[in-house]
C-alpha cells in the first residue's frame, strides 16, 4: 500500500504533467515537505529566488488562508493554497506568465541570465484575465485532493499503529527497523529516528538511525549527560527541543551531516536497570506539531515494547542455549574419565562463552600436592604474573573458602578476570579464571550465573575423576605390596609392622590425614627401589616421600633431617629402628638431629612401659588399694587419662565423661585410644579388668 507522501507525490505528478505546472509543498517555515514535480521550465530555473521569497514572507507573518495568485516576479505569478492537514502546509503551482506583460518578462529575464528566454515563455502556461479563476481552481481541487488523502491516511495510521503494537511482540530486531521506516514516511514533519544503547554505566552508542543521509551518524558515541541525548539520558524523563538550528549542542548531530531543527528524545528502561534512548526530529519543522509529538511518542512505545520482547526471547533462548550445553558438558564430562581431559572442557567452554583474552584452569594434584595449569589465549607478562597469584591466594594453607560462588576481579593489574572456584563440598580442588574483555554488566551476571553452574558440575567431575585416578593408584600399591610376600615373607612382615607402627605413631602426633596416607604407602612399598616407585607412580607424593626417607636412614647421608619434609622423617625413623632390631640406642643418641626424633623416641618407650607380661598362677586375693591409687601409681597415664580412666571404670559411658570433665567426647575419645594403646587391650571391658588384676596384684605383693 502506497503512503500518503506516496500518494501525495502521485498527484503532484499527475497535475503538474496535465497542466504544464512545477508543483511542490512547504511546511510553515517554507522548507520542502517534498521534492518538486513537474517540468516548467520557468519555475524550475527560478525556484530558488521563489523558496527565498517564500521563507522571507513567512517571516513577516504571511499568512494564507485562500488560494490566490502570488506575483513573485514582474509578470510571472505561482499559485499557492493552503493544505487542511495538522501542519500549515503550503501547495504551490506554476509558473506562469501573464500574456499582457509577456515582452516585459521577457526582457527582464535576458537581463537575469545570457540565455533565450523565449523557449522558457513559451513552454509556460499563460495567464489571462479569463483563465485566471479556472487556473486557482485547479490548484483549489488539488490541494482538496492533496488534503483528503492525508486525512484519509491519517485516520487509517491510527489503526495501523495499533496493528503496529499487536506486532511488536513478534519483531525481531530488523523488522523493527523496518517498521520505523515505514511510520517516518508516513510523517509530515520527522525526517529521522535514532536508537542509543548503553555500552557500559555512562557511555552510549548510537546502534540505529532511520531516515535519509543518517548513515553517518550511526556508531557515534556520547557520554551521559552530554549534549541533546546525554542530557535526557541523565533525567530519565521525555523531552521535547525546538528552534535548536543555532544552538551549540547541535553541533553534536551537525558533525554527521544532520542539521536537526527540533528533535525529542524517549528514554526507556531495560530489566536490567538500565536505560536505552529513542529519539528523533526534523530538519525542516522548528516546533512539531501535537499530533507528531503523539505520533513521535507512540512509536517510541512501539519500539520500547519491540526491543525489550527481542530481549526477552533473546534471554529465553540464550537460557535454552546454556541448558543445552550443560546437558552437553554433563555428557561429556560424564565419559571422560581423566581430569585433565575435563580441564581441558573446561578452558575450552569459557574461552568461547566469554569470548576474553584468556581462560586458565588451576588443579591441585591428590597425589603429588603440584598445581597444574592449563590455559588457552594470552597469558604472558602481567596476565601470567596474576595467574601465579590468584594460585598462591586459592590453595594457600591460610586460605578460607568464604563464597562459593564466581566473582569479577577487578584489582588484577590487568583486565577484569572472573574467578570461579571449583568445589567439591567445602574442599576446593581447583580454580577457574577467564579473563573478560568489554561486557556489560549485564552480560557478566549472565556469565556468572552460567559458570556458577558449570563450575559444579565440573567440581563434582573433577573429585569423581581423581578419586578413580586414587582408586586405581591405591589397588596398585596393594598388588605391589602382596607381591612381597610371594617372595620374601620377612620383609612382608616388616613392612607391616612399619606401617602399624608409623599408624600409631600419625594418631599419636594428629597430623592430616593426606600426609598420614602418603608415609603409610611409602612404608608398604619400602622394599622397593626409589626408582622403580617413582617410575611407577610419577607425580604420587608417597615416591618422594620414599626417595626422600631412604636417604635419610643411610647414616652417612648428607641430607639435613631438618631439612627433610616431616613424611620423609616419620618414614626413615620407622624403618630405622625396625632395621636395628627395635634398638632405641642410635636413635636415643641422636635426638639433637630433629625434634621429631625425640618425640618418636618418647613414643617408643610409653610403648614400651605398655607392653608387661603378668603371671596368672597366684590367687587373686581382695586388696585395701582402691582402684584410683592404681591407676595414679601402677600406669604410665598422664593426669587427664587417669581421670578419663576412672570414670570409665565408673561405668560412665564418653558423653557422660565429656560433660563430667568439661571436654568434647572427640577429646574423650583421643584419650581413650591413648590409654588402650598404653595399656595394651583392645576395648574398655578389658582397659577394666586389667586395672582391678593390677590393683589385686599389688594387694598381693603388698
Not at 642410635?586 to 607392653?611: C, G, P, T
Request: glycine share 4%; aromatic share 8%.
Amino acid at each position: 500500500m502506497n503512503t500518503p507522501l506516496e500518494l501525495t507525490a502521485e498527484l503532484q505528478e499527475v497535475y503538474a504533467n496535465q497542466y504544464g505546472w512545477t508543483v511542490f509543498i512547504t511546511d510553515k517555515n517554507g522548507e520542502l515537505i517534498l521534492p518538486p514535480k513537474g517540468e516548467n521550465l520557468l519555475c524550475n530555473r527560478m525556484l530558488d529566488e521563489l523558496l527565498d521569497q517564500i521563507k522571507e514572507s513567512v517571516k513577516s507573518k504571511w499568512k494564507i488562508s485562500t488560494p490566490l495568485l502570488y506575483d513573485f516576479f514582474p509578470g510571472i505569478y505561482i499559485g499557492a493554497a493552503p493544505l487542511n492537514v495538522g501542519s500549515t502546509w503550503l501547495l504551490w503551482t506554476g509558473a506562469m506568465v501573464d500574456k499582457e506583460q509577456g515582452l516585459s518578462v521577457k526582457k527582464q529575464l535576458s537581463l537575469i541570465s545570457e540565455e533565450d528566454p523565449e523557449p522558457i515563455l513559451k513552454q509556460a502556461p499563460a495567464l489571462t484575465q479569463e483563465n485566471k479563476k479556472q487556473w486557482l481552481l485547479k490548484t483549489k481541487k488539488l490541494a482538496e485532493l492533496i488534503s483528503l488523502c492525508i486525512k484519509e491516511s491519517e485516520d487509517f495510521d491510527s489503526n495501523e499503529r495499533i496493528e503496529y503494537f499487536r506486532k511488536a511482540i513478534q519483531m525481531n530486531r530488523e523488522e523493527c527497523f523496518q517498521l520505523l521506516s515505514r511510520i517516518l514516511d508516513s510523517s509530515y514533519e520527522v525526517d529521522f529516528f535514532g536508537i542509543a544503547e548503553a555500552q557500559s554505566e555512562d557511555v552510549y552508542d548510537i546502534t540505529a538511525m532511520i531516515g535519509e543521509d543518517t548513515e553517518l551518524f550511526r556508531g557515534t558515541r556520547f557520554s551521559l549527560g552530554e549534549g541533546f541525548l546525554g542530557r535526557a539520558l541523565l533525567t530519565g524523563e521525555d523531552t521535547y527541543w525546538e528552534d535548536i538550528g543555532q544552538d551549540p549542542k547541535a553541533s553534536f548531530f551537525q558533525s554527521s551531516g544532520i542539521q536537526p531543527k527540533s528533535l525529542f528524545c524517549f528514554p526507556f528502561k531495560l530489566r536490567d536497570g538500565s536505560f536505552n534512548l529513542f529519539f528523533g526530529g526534523s530538519r525542516s519543522s522548528e516546533v512539531l506539531s501535537q499530533k507528531e509529538r503523539e505520533v513521535a511518542k507512540e512509536t517510541a512505545v512501539l519500539t520500547e515494547v519491540a526491543l525489550l520482547t527481542q530481549s526477552l526471547q533473546s534471554e529465553n533462548t540464550q537460557q535454552l542455549n546454556y541448558l543445552s550445553s550443560l546437558a552437553d558438558i554433563c555428557k561429556l564430562m560424564a565419559s571422560v574419565p581423566e581430569y585433565k581431559k575435563i580441564t581441558y572442557i573446561l578452558v575450552d567452554i569459557s574461552m568461547n562463552l566469554v569470548k576474553g583474552p584468556f581462560s586458565c584452569v588451576f588443579v591441585q594434584s591428590p597425589e603429588s600436592k603440584k598445581i597444574q595449569m592449563i590455559s588457552r589465549g594470552n597469558v604472558k607478562g602481567e596476565v601470567e604474573n596474576y595467574l601465579k597469584e590468584a594460585a598462591r591466594r586459592c590453595f594457600s594453607s591460610s586460605a578460607l573458602i568464604e563464597k562459593a560462588e564466581p566473582r569479577l576481579n577487578e584489582d588484577t593489574g590487568v583486565q577484569p578476570v572472573i574467578e570461579c572456584p571449583l568445589l567439591f563440598k567445602n574442599e576446593q580442588i581447583g580454580l577457574l579464571c577467564v579473563g573478560t574483555d568489554h561486557l556489560s554488566r549485564h552480560e557478566i551476571e549472565e556469565t556468572l550465573a552460567f559458570l556458577h553452574t558449570l563450575s559444579i558440575l565440573a567440581g563434582v567431575s573433577l573429585r569423581l575423576s581423581l578419586e578413580k585416578e586414587s582408586r586405581t593408584a591405591l589397588d596398585k600399591v596393594n598388588a605391589l605390596h602382596r607381591a612381597i610376600g610371594q617372595f620374601d615373607s620377612e620383609a612382608y612382615a616388616r613392612t607391616l609392622e612399619g606401617v602399624k607402627m608409623a599408624g600409631e605413631f600419625i594418631t599419636d602426633l594428629d597430623l592430616p590425614k593426606s600426609l598420614a596416607e602418603d608415609i603409610l604407602t611409602a612404608c608398604k612399598l619400602s622394599y622397593y627401589s626409589p626408582d622403580f616407585i617413582k617410575e611407577t607412580f610419577p607425580d604420587h607424593a608417597f615416591s618422594i616421600t620414599l626417595e626422600e626417607g631412604k636417604r635419610l636412614t643411610a647414616k652417612s647421608s648428607s641430607l639435613d633431617w631438618e631439612n627433610a619434609s616431616i613424611s620423609s622423617q616419620i618414614f626413615a625413623l620407622v624403618t630405622l629402628y625396625i632395621k636395628d632390631n627395635r634398638n632405641l640406642e642410635w636413635l636415643s643418641s641422636n635426638q639433637e638431629k630433629a625434634s621429631i626424633l625425640k618425640k618418636f623416641v618418647e613414643f617408643l618407650e610409653e610403648k614400651q612401659v605398655a607392653e608387661q607380661e603378668f603371671s596368672l598362677e597366684q590367687e587373686t586375693k581382695p586388696t585395701a588399694l582402691s582402684v584410683s591409687s592404681t591407676i595414679k601409681n601402677e600406669m604410665n597415664l598422664s593426669p587427664r587419662e587417669q581421670e578419663v580412666l576412672d570414670l570409665v571404670i565408673q561405668g560412665l559411658n564418653n558423653k557422660e565423661i565429656a560433660q563430667e570433665l568439661f571436654i568434647s567426647e572427640h577429646t574423650v575419645k583421643n584419650h581413650l585410644t591413648k590409654i588402650f594403646r598404653k595399656l595394651d587391650v583392645p576395648d574398655r571391658s578389658q582397659a577394666i579388668s586389667k586395672v582391678y588384676y593390677l590393683t589385686y596384684e599389688k594387694s598381693n605383693r603388698s
